[in-house]
């Protein structure tokens, strides 16, 4: 449980620092005069590439050897998470009376644990999906 713990605390870390980044290579984009689109969907792909490294290196200490493979289910789990977490937000706002800030940590509840159980059991391992050591 200890070692879970830690894993868990290391994603979350890796996943504040992925967004910070994301943020900052947005504003800094935009503020240098890229359109807003390819501002943000570069500052996104900057999130992704840290996610991935830090990921693989230091949350899950994955033996997989990087490669188009890996690459793509890794971007297929975040494209999943991000989905998921647009449309729980558009369902709840459409169907309840809740905060949009609890709608948006529904949907980000969502996405974090769709990554985080993807990238452990679907991208990092070197077995495919498997639970436990």
């Known amino acids: 449980m200890r070692e879970f713990t830690k894993e868990v605390n290391r994603f979350v ?11 900052i290579a947005y504003v ?9 689109w390819i501002s ?3 500052g996104y792909i900057a999130g992704l590439l840290n996610s991935f490294y ?8 994955s033996e997989v050897v990087i490669n ?3 690459i793509i289910k890794f971007i297929f789990i975040y494209g999943v998470g991000g989905l998921g977490m647009v449309f729980i937000i558009n369902f709840l ?6 905060d949009y800030r609890i709608i948006w ?10 990554n985080y159980l993807g ?4 991208v990092f391992s070197r077995g495919g999906f498997k639970i436990g050591n």
């Open 119 to 122: 990238s452990k059991f679907f």
């Open 105 to 114: 940590f529904c949907g980000a509840l969502f996405a974090f644990t769709n």
């Open 54 to 61: 830090f990921g693989k290196t230091w949350v899950f200490k």
């Open 68 to 70: 188009s493979r890996a």
């Open 93 to 98: 706002d459409n169907k309840t009376q809740l």
């Open 13 to 23: 870390v890796v996943g504040v620092g992925s967004n910070t980044l994301n943020f």
């Open 40 to 42: 943000s969907a570069i």
């Open 28 to 36: 800094f984009l935009y503020k240098i005069g890229l359109v807003i």
